[in-house]
């Protein structure tokens, strides 16, 4: 139990801390943005303020989330020199989807001035978890934490949003924003499991299946080359322009100027 939870505690939420890193961003900025507009009476502004830390949190949680699930067993191997960590790995990725979105809600309803309903539906969300942990790691073992973490993220996450529709009195929907760079982060994990196929074969006839090298080569192919085709497709879906890319924490402003 204690080598299964290093591998979940260890590996697993170590690489979603990507992702949320970016989600911490933008809800740090998005809830002075709110409470600016608030102030001056302009709910206009206010939702689409809103509306593009929604916009910008699918942007960047989607296609890492899926990158991260995809190339799980080289991301494995590349860093912690095994593969057992990879299946639950793979389900924790897409934890970080919800967990993203429950982080940045909670900054745009502190920036509605609700600061207590958030903690109590991280509460709800958190008493879930532990009903879905003490079913499910029995049947499934760690990757059943991952899953119970997944459920719990979704709750808290739900509550919080219609808090904001209650809060804002507008009818935002998560999936309807996320769904351009669903498609985008789709194109992107389709490429990465057509490599991965090309690396499971490769690996398997030159018997460099434990080689982190050869993982470590993989990855940089797949990131390196997945990054400009999920910009691009992104672009051309209307996801994102160039305004919404040049406010990405620490990169934006020179990923801006690529596609101006």
Do not use: C
Request: charged share 10%; hydrophobic share 55%.
């Amino acid at each position: 139990a204690v080598a299964e939870y290093g591998v979940y505690a260890g590996e697993a939420l170590r690489l979603m801390q990507l992702p949320l890193s970016f989600a911490t961003a933008i809800g740090a900025s998005i809830m002075p943005a709110i409470t600016e507009a608030l102030t001056m009476r302009n709910w206009q502004i206010a939702q689409q303020r809103f509306m593009g830390a929604l916009r910008m949190t699918a942007f960047i949680t989607l296609p890492s989330a899926i990158t991260i699930a995809v190339l799980a067993a080289p991301i494995d191997l590349a860093l912690f020199k095994e593969t057992s960590g990879a299946p639950v790995i793979a389900i924790s990725a897409l934890m970080s989807i919800v967990s993203a979105l429950e982080l940045v809600s909670t900054y745009v309803l502190q920036g509605y001035n609700r600061f207590y309903q958030p903690v109590l539906h991280m509460g709800i969300g958190a008493l879930i978890k532990l009903v879905g942990n003490l079913i499910l790691i029995p049947i499934l073992g760690i990757s059943g934490a991952a899953i119970a973490s997944i459920i719990g993220y979704t709750i808290s996450s739900w509550l919080n949003m219609e808090a904001i529709r209650k809060a804002s009195n507008h009818r935002v929907s998560f999936p309807k924003v996320a769904w351009r760079a669903g498609i985008a982060a789709g194109v992107v994990g389709l490429w990465l499991a057509a490599l991965m196929k090309v690396y499971f074969i490769v690996s398997t006839n030159i018997h460099a299946q434990t080689s982190r090298p050869f993982a470590l080569i993989v990855l940089a192919v797949g990131v390196i080359l997945a990054a400009p085709v999920y910009l691009i497709v992104s672009m051309w879906v209307k996801a994102v322009d160039t305004s919404d890319i040049a406010r990405i924490p620490m990169v934006g402003r020179h990923l801006s100027r690529l596609f101006s």
